[in-house]
């Protein structure tokens, strides 16, 4: 199923679609940020987005669902800072 900025966020798909990958988003590219940059989650969008992003980088994540806890962000950028392993 393919979602906004062309992701495909489905097992065995989903991490060669955020780890290392450009962010879509023209405002976060001009940053330089990638979806995920290992090892970095202040320059991932990722977790931009889910922690609430500025008006120029679009809505928060996940669209029209309740926003993940602050729990939840933190393993995700912990599983960041630590490589993103696969």
């Keep these: 199923m393919a979602q906004a900025g062309g992701l495909i966020l489905e097992a065995g798909m989903s ?11 023209y405002t ?11 090892g970095d989650p202040s320059s991932s969008f990722l977790v931009i987005k889910l922690s609430g992003p500025p008006p120029a980088d679009g809505s928060p ?3 029209g669902k309740p926003p993940l806890t602050s729990a939840q962000i933190q393993l995700i950028s912990d599983w960041i800072t630590q490589g993103a392993p696969r």
Excluded: E, F, H, T
């Design 15 to 25: 991490y060669d679609q955020l780890v290392g990958v450009p962010a879509v988003n």
């Design 28 to 38: 976060a590219q001009q940053a330089g940020l990638l979806r995920v940059k290992a």
């Design 61 to 63: 994540m996940p669209l």
